[in-house]
């Protein structure tokens, strides 16, 4: 009798933990499983924005965006500023989008030949380094033999020209090897001319997208305390800053300033404090209006009409101060504000010192 109770004893035992213990379980999974995604998310975050993100101008494009850790952690590797392989990978294949292999049979994302891939000393192909396709090029043990600069970054076991992780690598591990300290990348002999030997058509370009994919910071420019004020009220950008396709002539041009739309005669502001220094008619810009500010940047306004403007030159405006309204003057296709920030006679990216 008492050998029954016990025996039944114990299968009551039995039948609780096995229906407790898979609940437990899938508890603890379920918490180890949140824990991992949470610290992936984090991770990732902290990646992005805490050292680099800061320098990314709101020009750099969103189709490049996906690339961006990938161009910052191969730079670092080989000390290489990430705009340049950004801008080399936008000049070659617009970002991986058009992986068509080159006349001269350069290809991948990077458009490396063959041979600058697997290495000179490799016997045969063509006087620019084409191979037959036979060659396996993606071959790490080859490329370690004769020398190569094609890298298997992702440790897939393959070198890949079409790998856009080790196409950037190999791209940044080139450049490295023709950079000498303190040299220009983009001297007229220098690294980025070594990747292809045109430097106004190549050099030049790679050097404006670089540029352009940055925001320019030097130690003597404060941004205002609370940012330039959004000088439209309720305006939304219908163009924003760096280089644009003309979609009628298909001509790449640089895009000086943020197109800010709402309206013809809506009040323009003055964007901080300043001091009016230019104020007339200029071409392609209709009228402009030009600031100076005490941080030693200008704001420049375009588009209005002669009529529509509030100052003169010496004035001393306010933040907010309105200053003109809103026009279509000169070459510009509806009512708009053309607006430019302004630093050492240059224009730069306005968007990270504007606060709306
Ligand atoms: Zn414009």
Redesign the pocket.
């Known amino acids: 009798m008492e050998w029954l109770i016990r025996q039944q004893e114990i299968r009551k035992d039995f039948h609780w933990l096995w229906l407790v213990l898979p609940i437990l379980g899938a508890i603890f999974l379920g918490i180890v499983c949140i824990l991992f995604f949470l610290s992936l998310f984090m991770g990732r975050e902290e990646d992005t924005s805490i050292s680099t993100e800061s320098e990314v101008s709101s020009a750099f494009p969103q189709e490049a965006r996906k690339y961006l850790s990938l161009y910052q952690e191969a730079g670092r590797k080989y000390g290489v500023p990430w705009e340049i392989l950004a801008a080399i990978h936008k000049v070659e294949t617009d970002f991986g989008r058009d992986l068509s292999v080159s006349s001269v049979g350069a290809s991948g994302h990077t458009q490396f030949m063959d041979k600058t891939w697997v290495g000179w000393s490799y016997p045969g192909g063509t006087r620019l380094g084409d191979l037959p396709d036979s060659v396996d090029i993606t071959n790490p043990k080859l490329i370690a033999k004769y020398g190569g600069m094609g890298v298997d970054a992702n440790g897939d076991g393959k070198a890949n020209p079409y790998d856009p992780v080790d196409a950037i690598h190999a791209t940044a591990k080139y450049l490295a090897a023709n950079h000498s300290k303190g040299e220009d990348w983009f001297a007229p002999n220098g690294p980025v001319y070594d990747y292809n030997h045109d430097y106004q058509n190549y050099v030049l370009k790679v050097k404006r997208y670089a540029e352009q994919f940055v925001v320019a910071t030097t130690a003597n420019t404060s941004i205002p305390g609370d940012g330039f004020l959004f000088p439209v009220v309720g305006g939304k950008i219908t163009?924003p800053y760096g280089m644009r396709v003309n979609p009628v002539t298909g001509v790449h041009r640089m895009?000086?300033?943020?197109?800010i739309g709402k309206g013809r005669g809506v009040p323009i502001m003055a964007a901080d404090d300043g001091v009016v220094v230019e104020n007339r008619a200029a071409s392609g810009y209709g009228w402009m209006i030009v600031i100076q500010h005490a941080n030693g940047l200008r704001t420049l306004y375009?588009?209005m009409y002669k009529e529509d403007v509030k100052v003169r030159v010496g004035n001393q405006v306010s933040r907010g101060h309105v200053i003109a309204l809103m026009g279509s003057n000169g070459r510009?296709t509806g009512p708009?504000l053309?607006?430019?920030i302004h630093r050492n006679g240059a224009p730069i990216d306005p968007m990270p010192f504007i606060k709306r």
């Open positions: 163009s895009h000086e300033g943020v197109d375009a588009h510009s708009h053309h607006f430019e």
